[in-house]
């Protein structure tokens, strides 16, 4: 073997030995264990294992609580995928404006949510959504409206765990839009403005199709993440009220780690998988469509 | 005018992002009770450290603290010597199979980590490594994220340095040691950054299987916490000032690191 072969694969050899035992093999042995009934029995005698086929999917399909768990995850999806969108684009737009002064200020400020603790932050919002004492409805109170019980009420809960999501997450979309803004060449604005063209048109004519991959990444990174949601319902109201928040992933966690039906729980994460994969291929289609 | 509207919008929107820190930060200082009352108190009227007390002398948070500390620095060392072992050789060495097997851990990046969570489980059960630090530090000592940042860095490295370097007599190790390490300082200090604070804040695999208080980590100690302290507003902020300050100070120090990791990651290469 060369001298550079050899080396390459000692260099290599630590990361991907740990990859391949950590990550791929659990994720094949995943869809493995959802072919079988892997139980709490299981766990005590390996011999109570049996291969049931797609007998977990099979009941999926007719079991209530998992199209509710899915409902949620895609309900958070997209409402919260757009208003990410749209609010991270609104800030990148106005950090990086020409007149802009302080930008490296207000970019950081913007930011500073993404690096919090998510389970700090949903501990935080928990208090701030009080009923009564929270500061957001005695704002509200303030002048003149009676908010809801944010958490409490079903028609509310998921909605305002979008809120937390959104202003959580805004600052990690905006800065790939303001990297996306700044690789637009002057002289396309510089045409557009010979032409007669304001602010608007300008926006619409030049800005958003310049930044047609930026919205690619941006929507598929935004949903990759979104749909695998976890912490938020998980700390402020464990999937409740009447189901409302219940999550994908929190219904995986509860029947594989609380209940330990396993091979039922790697059927969940699996058809999130599917799901995820799915929402990752519908974007890059429709973004070849439109090019 | 346009410049007044501009910054006023601006300001509404970094007070918004920044409003529920400030109040987080302001509620932990108050006596308990305080910030339940009406009219609101927004900030204490006789501050104090009571809640800070309570927590690490009483609750024991200190000891979470060192766990999170502890597993977040040896990731963080971990991720960055495997890491840049793998994306020098991925970059600039040439071997059988290189193009296949990084197209192989490009993959990992769009399949949820979940999906192998419960097996890693029953894995690391098999490993003993249940209910330890190993067993919360070890799926993540490696990732492909730091591989792929740590490639496209090494791609602008310039091959005729490594040439000059090979005609001296150096050896493969030697070259990726003392002529590529140096050069990259600025991408492994962003891979650092990065991988301290997705660590630190990581909840869902600590949860699973960091089963005993002992080890628990920040996030997960505090959300058990919140399970039995729910009334107590101002002990629960003062556990999230402890959980967040250290990666926000971090991060603030740190910001150019961080940023230039977010901007690699999103442009093709």
Known sequence: MRAETRAAFLLIAPAMVLILFFFFAPVVAGFLLSLTDFDLYTIGDAHNLRVVGLRNYADLLTSGIFWTAIGNTLYFALVGGPLTVITSLAAALLVNAKLTRWKAFFRTVYFVPVVTSLVAVSIVFKYLYHPRFGILNLTLSAIGIEGPDWLGDPRWAMFSIILLAVWRGFGYTMLIFIAGLQQIPEELYEAARIDGAGPLRQFRHVTLPMLGPTFLFVGIVTAIGQLQIFGEPYVMTRGGPLNKTLTAVMLMYEQGFRWWRMGYAASVAFVLFLIIGAATLVQLRLQKGRA | ?269
Do not use: C
Request: zero cysteines; glycine letters at 6%; hydrophobic letters at 55%.
């Open chain 2, 1 to 269: 005018m346009n410049r007044v509207i501009l910054h006023t919008a601006l300001a509404i929107g970094a007070f918004i992002t920044i409003f529920p820190l400030l109040w987080m930060l302001s509620a932990s200082f108050m006596t308990s009770g305080e910030a339940t009352t009406y009219p609101p108190h927004l900030v204490p009227h006789a501050a104090t450290l009571d809640q800070y007390r309570q927590l690490f002398v009483r609750l024991n948070l200190g000891r979470a603290f060192l766990s999170s500390a502890i597993i977040a620095s040896i990731v963080t060392v971990g991720s960055v010597l495997f890491g840049s072992m793998a994306g020098y050789a991925f970059a600039k060495l040439r071997f059988p199979g290189r193009e296949r097997m990084f197209g192989l851990l490009l993959i990992a990046l769009v399949i949820p980590p979940q999906v192998g969570m419960l097996p890693l489980f029953l894995f690391m059960k098999q490993l003993h490594l249940v209910n330890t630090y190993w067993g919360a530090i070890i799926p993540s000592l490696a990732t492909v994220f730091g591989i792929f940042l740590i490639r496209q860095f090494m791609l602008t490295v310039p091959q005729d340095l490594l040439e000059a370097a090979r005609l001296d007599g150096a050896s493969e190790f030697r070259i990726y040691w003392s002529v590529v390490l140096p050069l990259a300082k600025p991408i492994l200090a962003t891979l650092a950054t990065f991988m301290f604070m997705s660590t630190w804040n990581d909840f869902m695999w600590p949860l699973i299987i960091l089963s005993g208080q002992e080890h628990h980590t920040l996030p997960v100690a505090i959300a058990n916490l919140v399970g039995e302290h729910v009334q107590d507003v101002e002990l629960m902020m003062a556990s999230s000032v402890v959980t967040v300050l250290p990666v926000l100070l971090l991060f603030i120090v740190l910001q150019r690191y961080y940023i230039a990791g977010i901007m690699a990651g999103s442009v093709k290469g």
